[in-house]
């Protein structure tokens, strides 16, 4: 397959640090399965199809890219698809974007308590699950397993051996992972996280090789989906001087920590960074029924 477009970015802060900034443009990979979903579906939809399974269970909260991409794939690939949907309040109340496009797209939507959402891992209700919706590739949240991270290993290729800095969003860690396994000898991939969970760089090194990586978590902005006035800001004035647009959950606080980190000296002078644009741009919807709710500013894209 091609590789996804490279963009240099070109900022004062950054001739000023003499650091290069590039942006691998994954969301430009495919129009549903935009980004890290592309990759992290790839290998898992050849493994269904190895197994002469029709049906895929997987799970999500109401905002999630991961459940959205899912639908399109099923709907493209001819596949049913069951979203697990975090939050039983939601049945029966209108849906916001993310899932009404899903549903759209065919996916049988399943609302469930948070209890019940927090034993998705459980082998015992995954038989329950199974027992329910028939033979089913029952895939993990995020879309994050062995065959994600084996596809996520192949947004790197030979090109991008010469970057030293290789960045990307985090929140299950799959994508991460995935570039840790795909980097070159010399260069460090550096995790920011979406979340505000303090022991995420340890429970990652279960799932994380080698020690080329590091977590980045001073940019989640209050933690999953918390955005203020300041990374509006920041995400609208990046797509006017560059055309690149960021959505706020994941690759919006990446780039505001990067460019922050240009600017306080964290890479060193000459450095060459590469940072992942992995989509999630579908969510920038419904982001902004909620910022308009709180009279926020709005994300202009
Ligand atoms: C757009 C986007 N970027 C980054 C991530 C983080 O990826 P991971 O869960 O593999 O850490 C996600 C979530 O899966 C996502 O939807």
Redesign the pocket.
Known sequence: MEPAPTQEIRLPVLSRRRVELHIRREDLLHPGLS??KFRKLNYNLQQMQAAGLKTLVTFGGAYS??IHATAAAGKEFGFRTIGIIRGEELDGRPLNPTLADARAAGMELHFVSREAYARRGDPGFQVELLDRYGPAYLLPE???NREAIRGCAEILGPEDAAFNWVCC????????AGLVAGSFPGQRIRGYS?LKADDLSESLKALVPGDNWDLCTAFHFGGYARIDASLVRFINQFFADTGIPL?PV??GKMLYGILDEVGRGTFEKGSRILAIH???LQGIRGMNLNLRKKNLPLLQL
Do not use: I
């Open positions: 980004g890290n890219n991961h995020g879309g994050t969003p985090v929140g299950t860690g799959g994508t991460l979406a959505d994941y690759t992995t989509g999630g």
